[in-house]
């Protein structure tokens, strides 16, 4: 009699877990405190004026069950939107742990989503249709394009949306239809011209590094090469761009500024081991994290080191600037609180599975998910 109590259990728990759907009750009302795409905004700077200060302790953890990619949670009105690399997009009730919903979009969903108004628009890979834009209060999707396996998270600026592929096509995709305007080929190089590299915009430039080693520039408008920059080793991370100079590193572990107008060198800094992590900027300090566990924080004025703190596992991903706190994970399962103005570590907590994505902060709260498919919240420990 248990036996059967529990196999009826569990049938109702598949027959529950097997019907998506995904539609939010009210339109999105979109406000400064949000993170409504990865790094927060369009330069990819992964910093905040909302200032949450450690400790902190876990307000809830929900399982989305499919691993998680490369990108980070997306934060929008009352919601959690991230996708997973079953090709699931989930949205989570930020403060009740309540899922709202979820659908099913293809296959891998590597990178974040943006959310620009109500609808989110969402890259996959190993899909037929790798672009799709889909409405969350209607709960459809608008249109769904063809434009090769994406691993990165789409850009949105002016009203359009750039993207790269795994092939190294670069794309420029009016927003409301998903029609091509135009494209860009990385030509020169045969064997390694993948762009796995999330684009950032700075001073209507788009800027994005790829496999070959190089420093794209693109002409936001017409999609015309305004320079290139070869650094001599591949680049995943994301750039970061402020000042009119773009920040990046690449896996021989070596941090560039680039001078966004011109294309040359502004500095460059060796940190010793690979970085696959994008850069954070805050308080004139550009802060990289690399897989020998370093964090590194270099004046973003020439590149001097201001502090280098040890966090002993492999850095995969990004941090985030909170106030003067910044926010960061390794492979090793833990989140430290790092003291922006000299290194400092201010608390460390462990979790229960390796941080490859980067957090997110808004509206009290620092988002993390996990490789064993959490999506984690934390708040301020209450006294």
């Known amino acids: ?100 919903g979820w659908i099913d979009l293809g296959d891998a969903i590597q990178g974040a989503p943006v959310v620009n108004g109500n609808v989110a628009f969402v ?39 750039y993207i790269g592929n795994t092939t190294g096509l670069f794309f420029c995709v009016e927003r409301t239809k998903g029609d091509m305007v135009w494209k860009f080929e990385i030509s020169e190089n045969r064997k390694r011209k993948g762009i796995r590299s999330s684009p950032a915009i700075e001073d209507s430039t788009v800027l994005f590094g790829a496999d070959d080693g190089a420093v794209y520039a693109l002409d936001a408008k017409t999609g ?12 995943v991370a994301a750039p970061a761009a402020a000042n009119r100079t773009v920040y990046i590193g690449n896996t021989d572990g070596v941090v560039y500024a680039i001078d966004v107008e ?29 897989t020998g566990g370093a964090l590194n924080a270099m004046r973003s004025a020439d590149g001097t080191l201001a502090w280098t703190t040890n966090l002993g596992s492999v850095i995969n991903a990004g941090g985030v600037s909170s106030g003067n706190t910044f926010y960061i994970g390794t492979l090793k399962k833990e989140l430290f609180a790092v003291k922006i103005t000299d290194g400092s570590i201010l608390w460390k907590q462990e979790v229960s599975g390796r941080i490859k994505t980067s957090p997110a902060v808004a509206n009290g709260k620092l988002f993390i998910a996990t490789d064993n498919r959490l999506v984690m919240a934390f708040h301020r420990r209450t006294q």
Request: proline share 4%; aromatic share 8%; net charge neutral.
């Open 123 to 161: 890259a996959t890979s190993n899909t037929r249709a790798s672009l799709i834009a889909f409405d969350l209060v209607d709960g459809v999707s608008l249109w769904k394009r063809e434009y090769g396996d994406i691993e990165v998270s789409p850009l949105i600026y002016d009203q359009h949306i």
């Open 224 to 235: 015309s090469l305004r320079w290139k920059f070869q650094t001599g080793a591949g680049i």
């Open 262 to 290: 011109s294309g040359q060198q502004r500095w460059m800094v060796s940190t010793g081991t690979p970085i696959y992590a994008s850069a954070s900027l805050s308080h004139d300090l550009v802060i990289v994290g690399n």
């Open 1 to 100: 009699m248990r036996g059967t109590r529990h196999a009826a259990v569990l049938i109702i728990m598949s027959l529950v877990s097997g019907c998506s759907g995904l539609r939010l009750q009210h339109p999105l009302k979109v406000d400064a405190s949000d993170w409504p795409t990865f790094a927060r905004d369009g330069s990819r700077s992964s910093a905040t004026a909302e200032s949450i200060n450690p400790p902190l302790e876990l307000q809830w953890e929900h399982d989305i069950t499919g691993g998680i990619g490369n990108g980070s949670p997306v934060i929008v009105d009352s919601f959690v939107i991230i996708g997973n690399l079953r090709g699931e997009l989930y949205a989570i009730n930020m403060n009740t742990n309540k899922r709202v």
